[in-house]
């Protein structure tokens, strides 16, 4: 399904991990990625319970690969 609306999402995330997987429950389309920006998708990560150093990594995949 991810697939179908943003590939490169997929291919930037391991999304059959767990700490993937608020991103998808908060930002479900590129444009909402893009428009939060990566300081507003770590915050969201870290109050999910990601821990900061995978949640900044998971935000700067994302992120970048919206730019593509």
């Known amino acids: 399904m991810v697939a179908s609306i943003f590939p490169g999402l997929e291919r ?3 999304l059959t991990n767990l700490a993937e997987l608020p991103l998808l429950a908060r930002y479900a ?3 909402q ?3 939060a920006g990566r300081a ?3 915050a ?3 109050r999910a319970g990601v821990a900061s150093d995978r949640a900044a990594r998971i935000a700067t995949a994302a ?3 919206t730019q593509r």
């Open 44 to 46: 969201y990560l870290r």
């Open 33 to 35: 990625i893009r428009h």
């Open 40 to 42: 507003r998708v770590v």
């Open 29 to 31: 389309t590129p444009a």
């Open 63 to 65: 992120v970048d690969a």
């Open 12 to 14: 930037a995330l391991d």
